[in-house]
C-alpha cells in the first residue's frame, strides 16, 4: 500500500522552549486506520497540525502524499489541505450558519456551483443521521450533533485523509461508539483515518487499526512500527 503520509525525523517547538515533539518518524499506508495515543499534552493535537498542515515542523521532513510540505509553494497549499479532513477537538463550526451552511462550506468555498451543493449536503445530513436539522444553528445542537455536523463537513469533499482530534471527548459512550462507526465506514470506503483518542475501549472496537503512541513528545516506538492495538488479535504480535 502507498505511503500517504512520512514524518521523517521530525521535531517541533513552540516559541523557544523545549521542543514539543522530537525525533518523529513513521509512515502511514494509504486505506488504513490509525489512533494517536498518549497521555494529555504529550504532543498528541501538535501531531495532527503538523499532519493537516496547520503548522510547519521546526526540524525535519512531514511528505504528504509523496511530496515533501515544507517545500510546496504557498500557491498549492489549499489545494493539498482540501485532501485532508479535519474535525476539530472544538467542533469550530459556524455558529451564525445553519447545520446545512456549515457542511456546504468547503463546498462553497471550492466554488461548487450553488444547484450542484443541496444534493451532497442533504446526502451528508443522512448519513450522519440528522436529515431533519438542516436549518438548526450548532448552539441549539447537543454536543454529540454539532459533532457530526462537523464530521459531516469535514468528508463532504471526500478527503483521502481524514484527522480527528478526541472526537469523541463530549459525547457518551453510546455516541462514542456511533462516531467511530462513521468513522469506520469512511476507512472501508477507502479514506485513511487518523484519530486521536484517550479511550482504550474505543480503539479495541477496530481490530485492523494501529496505535502510535506519544509520550513527551516522541513516539513510544522509535522505529515508527505501528503496532496493533493490545486487545485485537493482531496485537500480541509486532505488525
Ligand atoms: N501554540 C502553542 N504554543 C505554545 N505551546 C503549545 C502550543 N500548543 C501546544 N503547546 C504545548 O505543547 C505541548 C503538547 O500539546 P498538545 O496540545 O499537542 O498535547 P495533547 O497531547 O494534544 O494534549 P491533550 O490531550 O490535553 O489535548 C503542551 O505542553 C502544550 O502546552
Excluded at 160 to 169: F, H, R, S
Excluded at 176 to 187: G, I, K, T, W
Aim: charged share 20%.
Amino acid at each position: 500500500m502507498a505511503n500517504i503520509v512520512q514524518f521523517e525525523n521530525v521535531g517541533l517547538r513552540y516559541g523557544t522552549g523545549a521542543e514539543t515533539l522530537s525525533d518523529v518518524s513513521f509512515t502511514l499506508s494509504a486505506g488504513s486506520f490509525y489512533f494517536v495515543t498518549g497521555a494529555s499534552g504529550a504532543g498528541k493535537t501538535s501531531l495532527l497540525k503538523l499532519l493537516y498542515l496547520a503548522q510547519r515542523p521546526t526540524r525535519g521532513i512531514v511528505r504528504l502524499f509523496g511530496e515533501d510540505a515544507g517545500a510546496l509553494p504557498r500557491n498549492r497549499l489549499p489545494g493539498f489541505r482540501r485532501r485532508i479532513g479535519v474535525v476539530f477537538q472544538d467542533f469550530r463550526l459556524v455558529p451564525h450558519l445553519s447545520a446545512f451552511d456549515n457542511i456546504a462550506l468547503p463546498l462553497r468555498v471550492a466554488g461548487m456551483p450553488e444547484s450542484e451543493i443541496e444534493g451532497p449536503v442533504r446526502e451528508m445530513l443522512a448519513w450522519v443521521n440528522l436529515k431533519d436539522r438542516g436549518n438548526a444553528k450548532p448552539p441549539t445542537l447537543s454536543g454529540g450533533e454539532q459533532q457530526r455536523i462537523a464530521i459531516a463537513r469535514a468528508v463532504i469533499n471526500r478527503p483521502e485523509v481524514l484527522v480527528a482530534d478526541e472526537p469523541t471527548g463530549n459525547v457518551d459512550p453510546d455516541m462514542a461508539e456511533r462516531l467511530l462507526h462513521l468513522f469506520d465506514s469512511l476507512n472501508r470506503l477507502g479514506t485513511t483515518v487518523v484519530v486521536a483518542t484517550h479511550d482504550f475501549q474505543l480503539i479495541n472496537r477496530i481490530p485492523d487499526a494501529r496505535m502510535m503512541r506519544i509520550e513527551r513528545g516522541r513516539l513510544s516506538d522509535p522505529t515508527g512500527a505501528l503496532r496493533h492495538p493490545p486487545g485485537s488479535p493482531q496485537g500480541q504480535a509486532p505488525a
